[in-house]
């Protein structure tokens, strides 16, 4: 399965240190166009921290030496795909790896696929994608009802009321990904608090904190403890639940129930709720924020959401059968470029076009490049979900890992959670955006808008 790793400039920062570090050899230009080195010893690091991240220096990178690229870290060169046919070409005989489980379990401590032979990784790999849909399955009742609490909140606000979509969605996702992940415990707000909190100090190290150097030692000191309280608490989940027979299975059961040691539990855990809880809200801040300026697509999801499902709650097998709704989430993913870019290693010597790319080369797929190029989307920065009924389209964004089979399991997971907020919010109440504001992004682990979204709702009828 291809699945594609979030990360900003620091976390590939890092990536190529460990990479630099663990397979050392001879420095060799790949003979890709690109920029020379500003310095001797950091190569182009300065000239992406002057961008302000590593997504907008690849787009001027691409659009100044075209689709294949070179820049460097340190004596090292770095290769960058910004098409989807340079992409295809590399992705085909490429398409081992789990990148982004790898890549974050590495910067955790953990011991990620790469470490084990590959018919246990991908058993492993099974065993978690397995244990995401168990748990969506056994669980979509608690999802509709957070669903259902938050936008019963929501409909209680007067008109003019300015509500704040990162926090209230952030909020969601929290609550979403805790109580599935590790059961009634998390029904708690206060244990839901204290996790917020850890998520939020390991995430934002993870994100940028390499940026500038050395962290201090209160700052790491932190970031430790955060580390080590979830660890903790998902080592003790583990203990408790073990061997126990629930009618509320969470992840964590279904991942005992796999046989898994405490160990690869707490690992998986990690994973799964560090990474769901920004995807999943990220998707569902831009999803809300787009419908509130698109009227005429809100009135569309609005039709089919009423057609497919009338007066009843969306269930787990109606979700299939709302095309728009996931077009609507696949033109979010596209224009918001929630996770604007990948990487793999290159294992063995490779060739994109004409050129050769040696073994052990960091290859960077420029995500949030290729989502907006011309070439493969019409109106590539316009908000437009029916483009998505085009199969060459849709061909075309399951190849970039976001539909389909190739998308992560953290995507497909807040796909449905999304799907549920969706269907039942826009049923209830009107979207409306705030006049004057203005949403900018903030491209790092995953895309988020730099200040709180804010919208104002209005019931509908």
């Not at 190529?16 to 310095?39: C, D, K, M």
């Not at 608090?193 to 994100?207: C, D, L, T, V, Y």
């Not at 299939?320 to 929630?338: G, W």
């Not at 826009?426 to 200040?451: C, F, I, M, N």
Request: aromatic share 8%.
């Amino acid at each position: 399965m291809l699945d594609f790793a979030i990360f900003a400039v620091t976390f590939v920062i890092i990536l190529i240190g460990a990479v630099l570090y663990l397979y050392p050899s001879s420095r060799r230009a790949s003979g890709v166009p690109g920029l020379n080195p500003t310095e001797e010893k950091d190569g182009n690091l300065q000239d992406i921290v002057n961008k302000g991240s590593l997504h907008e220096f690849l787009v001027g990178l691409h659009d100044k030496f075209g689709s294949v690229a070179s820049f460097w870290f340190g004596r090292r060169p770095v290769v960058s795909l910004g098409s989807v046919d340079q992409l295809r070409q590399h992705i085909n005989p490429n398409w081992t790896t789990d990148s982004f489980e790898t890549m974050l379990k590495s910067l955790l401590g953990y011991q990620s696929g790469s470490g084990v032979g590959a018919t246990e990784s991908m058993i492993r790999k099974k065993v978690y994608e397995g244990a995401i849909n168990k748990t969506l399955e056994s669980n979509f009742p608690l999802l509709l009802q957070l669903v259902e609490e938050l936008v019963d909140k929501w409909a209680s606000y007067p008109k003019s009321q300015h509500t704040p979509l990162c926090a209230h969605l952030l909020g969601l996702a929290m609550k979403a990904v805790t109580q599935l992940a590790m059961g009634s415990r998390f029904q708690d707000d206060a244990e839901v608090i204290r996790f917020r909190k850890n998520h939020e100090a390991i995430w934002s190290e993870i994100g940028k904190g390499y940026l500038d150097g050395e962290k201090s030692s209160s700052r790491k000191a932190h970031y430790e403890s955060a580390l080590a309280e979830m660890e903790s608490v998902l080592k003790s989940v583990a203990k408790q639940r073990a061997g126990q027979e629930s009618s509320h299975s969470s992840f964590v059961n279904y991942l005992l129930q796999a046989n898994l040691t405490e160990r690869q539990v707490m690992e998986d855990g990690m994973v799964f709720t560090l990474a769901g809880c920004v995807i999943t809200a990220n998707l569902c801040i831009w999803a809300v924020h787009f419908l509130s300026v698109s009227e005429a697509v809100q009135d569309r999801l609005y039709d089919e959401l009423v057609e497919v499902l009338g007066d009843e709650p969306v269930s787990l097998e109606k979700i299939p059968q709302l095309r728009y709704c996931q077009q609507v989430l696949n033109e979010t993913v596209r224009t918001a470029k929630l996770t604007p870019m990948a990487a793999r290693l290159q294992e063995v010597e490779g060739k994109v076009d004409q050129h050769v790319i040696p073994k052990e080369t960091l290859v960077i797929y420029a995500l949030g490049v290729v989502l907006q190029d011309a070439d493969t989307w019409s109106l590539p920065y316009r908000f437009n979900p029916d483009r998505f009924a085009d199969e060459s389209v849709m061909k075309s964004f399951s190849l970039l890992g976001f539909s389909g089979s190739q998308a992560c399991p953290e995507l497909r997971f807040a796909y449905t959670v999304a799907a549920i907020l969706l269907s039942t919010l826009v049923r209830r109440l009107r979207l409306h955006s705030v006049k004057g504001q203005v949403v900018e992004a903030r491209y790092e682990l995953v895309t988020t808008p730099k200040d709180d979204t804010w919208i104002t709702v209005s019931k509908r009828n």
